[in-house]
């Protein structure tokens, strides 16, 4: 299997890594967005997701980390939008 080399792809990978994360914690994103505890709740899974995105993106390729760090925001955070929260 090649790595990922271009940041097309890496979005996607991240986004479906920040999919299955959200689909299989959704009441734990939930308690931990109106906690805004978020990524102390999360952190395992996160990091996880992060192992696995590492292994399948080329650590050559500039802003590597860019697509990750945005899904986190676009596709954990922004779905769970409508949960009651101090932070938003």
Known sequence: MSLINNENDAMRLART???DIALYNQDKIRHSIKNDSLFVDMAEQLEEGRKLYDTRVDPAMPGRWIPYNRAIVDVL????????SDIW
């Open 17 to 19: 890594i920040m999919s």
């Open 77 to 84: 955070v922004k779905q769970f939008g409508d949960t009651d």
